[in-house]
């Protein structure tokens, strides 16, 4: 994409944009004031509705004290009335309940005459010991039995009877409320108890409920005592025409005409009906300008600084002049009207940020299109170049091998024949590496899955490449230190990611290499390391090495030859096996990378 293509649309957007920047801005210009026309009327209508409301108010307060005063005398006597007839009801319950109290009462002493009848000793015991010690007879031997002589010894049933625990357990909740008894029968050498249940005392209960009853008819005799003593005051106005009431009423002092608490809150409820929810302050003068009330304090000498003032008289029907005025100020008109037009900012300011980041998606797309496209020229002038040579070369020595003096020397003949060999066998790798690619990004690079010993694989990689590296002059240290190296993975493709590894750190070395080659294992996995002291990268380098068609600036070295392909290749091999790949470079210290694959036993685990 030629530049000046690039500078024009890059100009065409930004006018675009602008444009959209300056509509929006007049449209919330105009939205401003017409808010801020709207608020000012709405403000001046709550003010004369409630100055009405309040003179309204105090002659409707002066006509109804009088109907308030009989109603509230109404009330109580009404009150009065009712009370008594409660209290005969309670009174008339009362007596029922302890008629039936003593009924009960009764049948139950006759049912406990009979149990003493039956035996010469019997023992309460509450519910709760019985189901702790008595009931679960593994500790019955905790419970004693003590019994102390009566006033007449030979009477036994005159005796008392003590039962209680010699060991402390925890109790267990009653499950019921009978009334139980250990009934015991004297044979003089033994004292044998067995358990008696009565049914529950429900006397007791109608016990609970007469003295609830008596505790509300004492508080109803009380309260109508109360009611009979009061004295009901205010009887002393009459009723008055609206011209009379209004003639009374100017008569008084402005500062007790006015309930300030009521104005405040007629306030609030009138702005709210009109949306407007936001703090104000309030002033209330008399006809001499004397302040009569305010909510806010303001120090000596200070001016209503970005005030926006509103005003209205009051009591304007009165007979003369207006005998006061109420001021409304509103500390930041300004924030307030912003408030009002905020649903329509925030999708503005949504909608201008979106084409904002359009337009800077937009122009990074353009760069970064801009930059594969001189990727992709470098590619192909370095792929012209890589396959020229080669090509050249075959062209050469086939002319040669036409030669009727050199066919005539078979050593000639062979060596030609080895070179047009080596250089198609060049061609056929440069243009595999290619089709490799193409078919990664199609996803029809065929992987497969089969046994695969790592070591192994880097130690034939390392053999296949020494010539190479004896050739550059370079050093190469080993430390094939993985025990478990078995994984599932494709031999053939990751030979050539070794392969690509360490043919990067021989060609990316500025002097003799020395490289150094690790495997061992961590946890469940093997991990490969392949480390060069050579140019190394910078952080941004290092960013980019894994991009289609991106190789390292190499400055004043032009021997580095390549597709900018081999490390992508890399990539996309290591994530396809489930393995990691990670790159520590510094710039001019040399680079670093690790290869992480787990093994076969940890998948089959998994």
Avoid at 5 to 16: D, G, N, R
Avoid at 422 to 429: A, F, K, P, T, Y
Avoid at 533 to 556: A, H, L, S
């Amino acid at each position: 994409m030629k530049k000046r293509s690039i500078t024009l649309i890059i100009w065409l957007m930004s006018v675009a944009l602008l444009g959209v920047m300056a509509m929006q801005y007049y449209f919330v210009r105009e939205s401003y004031k017409q808010k801020s026309q709207l608020f000012d009327e709405a403000v001046t209508a709550s003010l004369l509705t409630v100055a009405s409301k309040i003179e309204k108010r105090e002659v409707y307060d002066f006509v109804k004290d009088q109907q308030r005063l009989d109603r509230e005398k109404y009330r109580k006597e009404q009150a009065k009335q009712k009370n008594l007839a409660k209290q005969l009801a309670l009174r008339k319950r009362i007596e029922d309940l302890r008629m039936q109290q003593y009924e009960l009462e009764q049948a139950f002493k006759d049912e406990e005459d009979l149990l003493r009848s039956r035996f010469p000793l019997i023992a309460y015991i509450e519910n709760s010991f019985y189901e702790t010690y008595i009931k679960r007879t593994r500790y019955n031997d905790f419970v004693t039995i003590r019994i102390l002589p009566g006033e007449i010894d030979r009477d036994i049933q005159n005796n008392l009877v003590e039962v209680y625990a010699t060991k402390k357990i925890p109790m267990i909740p009653a499950k019921d409320d009978s009334t139980r008894y250990l009934a015991f029968s004297n044979t003089y050498n033994a004292i044998n108890w067995v358990v008696r249940a009565l049914p529950p005392r429900a006397d007791l209960k109608i016990a609970f409920q007469i003295h609830a009853l008596e505790k509300q008819l004492q508080l109803n005799t009380a309260q109508n005592i109360i009611d009979s003593v009061a004295v009901i005051g205010g009887k002393n106005k009459e009723l008055v025409s609206s011209i009379a009431a209004a003639e009374e009423l100017s008569k008084r002092p402005f500062r007790d005409r006015v309930n300030f608490a009521y104005l405040q809150r007629e306030l609030e409820i009138e702005f709210n009906k009109r949306d407007i929810r936001s703090p104000f302050n309030i002033e209330v003068r008399d006809d001499q300008s004397l302040l009569i009330y305010e909510t806010w304090r303001k120090k000596q000498g200070e001016k209503y600084v970005h005030q926006a003032s509103y005003s209205t008289r009051l009591f304007e029907n009165d007979l003369g002049r207006s005998p006061g005025r109420v001021s409304i100020y509103f500390p930041d008109k300004s924030s307030i009207i912003r408030d009002n037009i905020s649903y329509m900012l925030l999708p503005m300011a949504a909608l201008l940020a979106l084409l904002i980041g359009a337009f800077g998606y937009t122009l990074s797309i353009i760069f970064k299109q801009k930059k594969i496209s001189e990727m992709k020229t470098d590619f192909m002038n370095n792929m012209t170049h890589e396959f020229k040579t080669p090509v050249a070369t075959i062209m050469i020595a086939s002319e040669s091998l036409r030669d009727p003096e050199i066919s005539a020397d078979e050593r000639r003949v062979n060596r030609l024949a080895n070179i047009i060999y080596d250089e198609n066998v060049r061609l056929g790798n440069h243009i595999e590496r290619v089709l490799n690619i193409a078919r990664l990004e199609k996803e029809s690079l065929k992987i497969e899955k089969v046994n695969v010993q790592i070591n192994a694989v880097v130690e034939g990689v390392l053999d296949s490449m020494s010539l190479q590296l004896q050739k550059a002059g370079g050093v190469l240290s080993t430390h094939i230190d993985a025990s478990e190296d078995l994984v599932l993975g494709d031999e053939l493709h990751l030979s050539n990611v070794f392969f690509n590894l360490v043919d990067n750190a021989i060609k990316y070395s500025r002097e003799a290499p020395d490289i150094t080659v690790k495997t061992f294992n961590l946890k469940n996995n093997v991990v490969i390391t392949i480390a060069d002291k050579g140019m190394g990268m910078t952080k941004d380098q290092k960013e980019k090495i894994f991009d289609q068609f991106y190789r390292i600036p190499t400055g004043n070295i032009h021997n580095v030859k390549g597709f900018g392909l081999g490390l992508s290749y890399v990539n996309d091999i290591v994530k396809r096996l489930n393995g990691k790949i990670q790159v520590k470079s510094e710039k001019d210290k040399g680079t670093v990378f690790e290869l992480t694959f787990p093994l076969k036993e940890a998948l089959n685990l998994n």
